[in-house]
Every structure is written in structure tokens, then in C-alpha cells.
């Protein structure tokens, strides 16, 4: 019994220490003084875990008493807001963020003898002589600037005066232009990528629920997909929703993850 009895004290202060560690979730809404403030940024200080607010200024994030949730968003003053007993109440709790004024360089005004009619004042205005290709009227100027794999391919299958070139058949007969049209669409395939990555990363992780360790992954599982085609990258809306589809799918392949 003497023995027993030191380990149940020691278990009741675990159990203690562990619902002390305990967090659950904490709702509140973001706004200013004139309306709610959706995509900004609330990061718990303590368990470095992060969310977004909704088009609504909404969010939800795991915390607990004494936890101090920072708020940041571009043109307000970072907030820190610690959690407290009552803010996991029915009350409906708001965080106020305060804009940042914006102060403009300070502009120096000098004399001048313009009249405010252009006829006249143009003849005032000095302006230096701009040069480059389209002004020396250069071949080509103006074209956009290809890629490399596209400048290999331009010039392995490009004719003159209407003649078929002889690189264009060797390089048919040899294989090579094969190749080079291979390089143009692995080229094109990157930019596409890099674009889904640049511009959708934030939802894909924070509204779609990958982890972050399979972006990467997922955004190659959705570009690599028979049904996808460039022109989703020129619409929003649209790429939204297809990228909503395959993350179903894409969970649905990994299980273990995302049950």
C-alpha cells in the first residue's frame, strides 16, 4: 500500500499537467472599425500553428488560456491577443486591428514656366531619347524573348524563303528534333507547375488541408491529371474547383494521412 501510494499521486499530477496542456478550439472574427477582414493571418505564439480568417473575417484555431494569438495583416498594426477562461464561452468573441497610417515621401514643388497647355509647355520639357532594339528598328524587335528550349526549337525547325533546311531533315532523320520537342513540353510542364505553386500554395495548404510536406506531390498529382489543361491557369474560379476535386482524390490515395 506504501508503495501504491506515491504512484497514484504521481499519476493524479499528470493527469492534471496533461488537461492544464490541453487545447481546444478558439472562434473569433477579425475586423476593423468599418467592416470584417477576411485572409488575415492568426498564428499561436505558443504552438506555432497558424490559420487564415474566411471571406467573413472567421477563423478558428486550436489554443488555450494564456496562449497569445498574433494577428497580422498589410495596413494594420500587429496585434497580439492573449486567450483567456471566458473567450471559450458562448460569447461571441472580436478582434479589433487598428490601420496604419501611411505616411507619403515628402515631394519638393519648383518653379517652372509652364502655362498648362501642351502646344506650349512640350516644348519645355526636356526628355531623353529612349534607346533600344524597337527604336534603332532592329529584326525582331519587339518579339517576345524565348526560352531556351524554344530558341532550340525555333532554330532546328525554322525554314528560310519558303526552302526546306537541311538541319530541319538531319535533325528529323537524326532524332534530335524529337528531343528538342520533348525539353519544350518538360519546359512547359515547370512553368505550369511554378504557377500552381506560386499562386495557390496558401489555399492548398490552408483551405484544401494538404500538408505542407505534400504540395509539392499534390501539385504535380493535379497537373499530371488527364482532365487538366492550361487554360484552368487563366481562370481562378476554375482552377479553384479543379484543385478542390483532386484534393478529394489525392486523399483519397494517401489514407493514412487524411482519414
Given at each position: 500500500?506504501?508503495?501504491?501510494?506515491?504512484?497514484?499521486?504521481?499519476?493524479?499530477?499528470?493527469?492534471?499537467?496533461?488537461?492544464?496542456?490541453?487545447?481546444?478550439?478558439?472562434?473569433?472574427?477579425?475586423?476593423?472599425?468599418?467592416?470584417?477582414?477576411?485572409?488575415?493571418?492568426?498564428?499561436?505564439?505558443?504552438?506555432?500553428?497558424?490559420?487564415?480568417?474566411?471571406?467573413?473575417?472567421?477563423?478558428?484555431?486550436?489554443?488555450?488560456?494564456?496562449?497569445?494569438?498574433?494577428?497580422?495583416?498589410?495596413?494594420?498594426?500587429?496585434?497580439?491577443?492573449?486567450?483567456?477562461?471566458?473567450?471559450?464561452?458562448?460569447?461571441?468573441?472580436?478582434?479589433?486591428?487598428?490601420?496604419?497610417?501611411?505616411?507619403?515621401?515628402?515631394?519638393?514643388?519648383?518653379?517652372?514656366?509652364?502655362?498648362?497647355?501642351?502646344?506650349?509647355?512640350?516644348?519645355?520639357?526636356?526628355?531623353?531619347?529612349?534607346?533600344?532594339?524597337?527604336?534603332?528598328?532592329?529584326?525582331?524587335?519587339?518579339?517576345?524573348?524565348?526560352?531556351?528550349?524554344?530558341?532550340?526549337?525555333?532554330?532546328?525547325?525554322?525554314?528560310?524563303?519558303?526552302?526546306?533546311?537541311?538541319?530541319?531533315?538531319?535533325?528529323?532523320?537524326?532524332?534530335?528534333?524529337?528531343?528538342?520537342?520533348?525539353?519544350?513540353?518538360?519546359?512547359?510542364?515547370?512553368?505550369?507547375?511554378?504557377?500552381?505553386r506560386s499562386n495557390y500554395h496558401i489555399l492548398i495548404q490552408?483551405?484544401?488541408?494538404?500538408?505542407?510536406?505534400?504540395?509539392?506531390?499534390?501539385?504535380?498529382?493535379?497537373?499530371?491529371?488527364?482532365n487538366f489543361t492550361p487554360f484552368y491557369l487563366h481562370n481562378?474560379?476554375?482552377?479553384?474547383?479543379?484543385?478542390?476535386?483532386?484534393?478529394?482524390?489525392?486523399?483519397?490515395?494517401?489514407?493514412?494521412?487524411?482519414?
Open positions: 500500500m506504501k508503495n501504491i501510494l506515491p504512484s497514484i499521486i504521481c499519476l493524479f499530477f499528470i493527469i492534471i499537467a496533461t488537461a492544464q496542456e490541453s487545447r481546444k478550439f478558439f472562434y473569433a472574427t477579425i475586423q476593423d472599425e468599418v467592416s470584417t477582414i477576411s485572409n488575415a493571418h492568426i498564428i499561436n505564439l505558443n504552438t506555432k500553428q497558424g490559420t487564415f480568417t474566411d471571406n467573413n473575417g472567421d477563423f478558428r484555431i486550436l489554443a488555450k488560456p494564456n496562449d497569445t494569438l498574433q494577428v497580422t495583416f498589410v495596413g494594420y498594426e500587429t496585434k497580439n491577443f492573449v486567450v483567456g477562461v471566458n473567450h471559450f464561452g458562448i460569447q461571441e468573441n472580436s478582434i479589433l486591428l487598428k490601420k496604419v497610417p501611411i505616411e507619403l515621401d515628402e515631394v519638393e514643388v519648383k518653379k517652372h514656366n509652364l502655362l498648362g497647355y501642351i502646344s506650349s509647355d512640350s516644348k519645355h520639357i526636356k526628355s531623353e531619347k529612349v534607346i533600344n532594339a524597337e527604336t534603332l528598328k532592329l529584326p525582331y524587335a519587339g518579339s517576345r524573348i524565348l526560352t531556351p528550349a524554344e530558341r532550340r526549337l525555333h532554330t532546328a525547325t525554322t525554314s528560310y524563303g519558303g526552302i526546306i533546311p537541311v538541319d530541319l531533315l538531319l535533325n528529323w532523320m537524326s532524332g534530335r528534333l524529337k528531343k528538342l520537342k520533348k525539353l519544350k513540353a518538360i519546359e512547359d510542364k515547370e512553368k505550369r507547375i511554378e504557377n500552381i490552408h483551405e484544401l488541408n494538404i500538408l505542407k510536406e505534400d504540395i509539392d506531390r499534390f501539385i504535380y498529382f493535379a497537373e499530371s491529371a488527364d481562378e474560379v476554375t482552377m479553384v474547383e479543379f484543385l478542390q476535386k483532386k484534393s478529394d482524390e489525392f486523399k483519397k490515395l494517401n489514407p493514412k494521412k487524411y482519414n
